[in-house]
């Protein structure tokens, strides 16, 4: 029996170039072929206007989580790397990308460091990121209220479903 302990991390994954539902596909198969982390929840796929830069493409977004021995930095460097390997070039806030992956939450971890602010400093405002987490997960606090009252009180006007099934990330 090993003695390594696994701790649960949620995850905001999205894009608006190219093809961003197969990034986001690959980037969770990439995360569950490793032996430190494992993808446990996927939630439906949604289409989201742009946020903060609105003069984009809609984008696709989704929420993910995953069962981790890695430390939350070393998830975060994981997951920079797998942007890297999908072209993620970070020239403009909130401007067009090709994969982005925000780690939301590490266990029930709160940290302010410089690399990495858990939870999401920002998840709590964003319909796009709380309608897919509450997928999964509509039961989990951040900052002591439940997902699904942060997502009752956020804006969601023109996020749609753009796939019903949580298994969309295993064929695309």
């Known amino acids: 029996m090993s003695d390594i302990a696994f701790h649960t991390a949620t995850l905001g994954l999205g894009g608006n170039i190219g093809d961003p539902v197969h990034a986001m596909a690959v980037a969770l198969q990439a995360l569950d072929a490793r032996a ?13 206007p742009p946020w903060g830069k609105t003069d984009q493409s809609y984008f ?13 930095e070393a998830l975060l460097d994981v997951c920079l790397d797998i942007e890297r390997g999908m072209k993620r070039e970070r020239i403009e806030r909130w401007g067009p990308r090709t994969l982005d992956i925000d780690v939301l939450t590490y266990a029930d971890l709160v940290q302010d460091a410089p690399r990495l602010q858990l939870p999401h400093p920002r998840m709590t405002d964003r319909g796009f990121v709380l309608m897919p987490l509450a997928d999964f997960a509509a039961d989990m606090t951040v900052d002591g ?28």
């Open 36 to 48: 430190d982390c494992r993808v446990t929840a996927v939630s439906r796929l949604y289409r989201t």
């Open 60 to 72: 696709f977004n989704a929420c993910a989580s995953v069962s981790t021995s890695l430390a939350p």
């Open 145 to 172: 209220v439940a997902v699904a009252e942060w997502l009752a009180r956020a804006d969601v006007a023109g996020i749609e479903v753009a796939d019903q099934s949580p298994q969309w990330w295993r064929t695309a």
